[in-house]
């Protein structure tokens, strides 16, 4: 390992610190003297607050000569806090060593601009582990939408439900515990009118006790009736977004308009059919009971493929047993 993987990799330890959740990557960022000595650390700690490498300036008196290894390419614009280029031309560093070039069309450019200014610029350095932990977040902006996981829980023979409808519960405690905390890594949680109407979900992230998490993601409801009046979700403490129109793509512009990254589609069968089949799912996050239910109530329904020429393959990313379930998590090739 060379000394720039090894102090980025302390870089990204620090990112790892900062919300996972939220408009904003997060961000690492180490100041090193000539002997390649770690002198400052500096993390982004979310929107609106010092980004990781102003942080890390903000720890040391005198910057020039260092040497700024950052996990994402330093931004060139002035948002919620000013240009990092232009802070590390201030300060006088005199290179920057960065892992993954920032995709945000109004933050980019930042290398460019270090080397306009005489600073020796290099980027790559770890950039598999970079694009792993920020692949979200990079997903959502390289689109323009949400990084989209469709959550789904069935028997071992794919059903969601019984014949006449009942559902509850199919998988055990663990796997209803690791849902919580899924739902607790997105800005939202996205169901159709049909199972707020049929199930009355609170949608919160709960712990171990039933406790509310710190984070709760905003619940999204899609369909054309009303979330009724007494519904648990009108007191779900981040708020509750509603909206009747049937064209994601539209949904999940508008939702990262509204500066969500992340979202959780939850329910039911024909809304997860629906991402899926508009190829709007970056990810499928599916709980397996060892149990066998038969008949009609499948939880995916009809995706439009009709030959196996057109079948969507995934590649697994993920595989756990949760008590007597399996949770697996797959992703778009
Ligand atoms: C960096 N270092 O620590 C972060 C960066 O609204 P702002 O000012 O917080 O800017 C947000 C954008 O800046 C964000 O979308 C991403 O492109 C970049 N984030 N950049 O150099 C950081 N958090
Ligand atoms: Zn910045």
Redo the contacts with the bound molecule.
């Keep these: 390992m060379t000394d720039y993987e090894r102090q980025m990799r302390r870089a990204l330890s620090l990112a790892s610190r ?1 919300p996972a959740t939220g ?7 180490v100041l090193v003297d000539e002997t390649g000595k770690i002198v400052a650390e ?3 700690r979310g ?9 890390a300036l903000s720890k040391v008196t005198d910057a020039r000569g260092l040497t700024a290894i ?1 996990t ?4 060139n ?6 240009p ?2 232009v802070a590390l031309i201030e300060a006088g560093v005199s290179r920057v060593v960065y892992s993954v070039s ?3 069309p ?3 450019g ?1 290398a460019e601009r270090l080397r306009a200014a005489g600073i020796a610029v290099e980027g790559g350095v770890l950039a598999d582990d970079t694009e792993q932990l920020l692949h979200p977040w990079l997903t959502a ?1 390289r689109h323009g939408r949400p990084f989209v996981t469709v959550k789904w829980a069935s028997s071992l023979d794919g059903r969601a439900a019984a014949a006449d409808g009942t559902s509850q519960w199919i998988t055990g405690t663990a796997a209803r515990q690791h849902v919580h905390e899924r739902r607790a890594l997105a800005d939202a949680i996205v169901v159709g009118t049909g199972t707020v109407l049929d199930d009355d979900p609170s949608l919160t992230a709960r712990g171990d006790a039933g406790e509310l998490m710190e984070h709760q993601p905003i619940p999204v409801v899609i369909g054309e009736r009303a979330v009724p009046e007494g519904a648990s979700l009108r007191s779900h403490p981040a708020g509750l977004i509603e909206t009747a129109s049937r064209d994601l793509g539209a949904v999940l512009k508008d939702l990262y308009e509204r500066d969500i990254r992340r979202v959780f589609v939850e329910g039911g069968p024909t809304l997860a059919s629906a991402f899926l089949a508009a190829d709007l799912a970056d990810e499928v996050l599916v709980y397996l009971a060892p149990t066998l239910i038969g008949g009609p109530r499948l939880a995916v329904t009809d995706l439009g493929i009709t030959t196996i020429a057109d079948q969507r393959r995934l590649t697994i990313t993920g595989l756990d047993r949760l008590g007597d379930d399996i949770v697996i998590t797959a992703r778009s090739v």
């Design positions: 900062g408009v904003n990557p997060q961000v690492g960022c500096g993390w982004h929107a609106g607050t010092a980004h990781a490498e102003v942080d950052v994402l390419e330093p931004c614009h002035t948002g919620r806090t000013g990092c280029s920032d995709p945000n109004q933050a980019g930042g902006v």
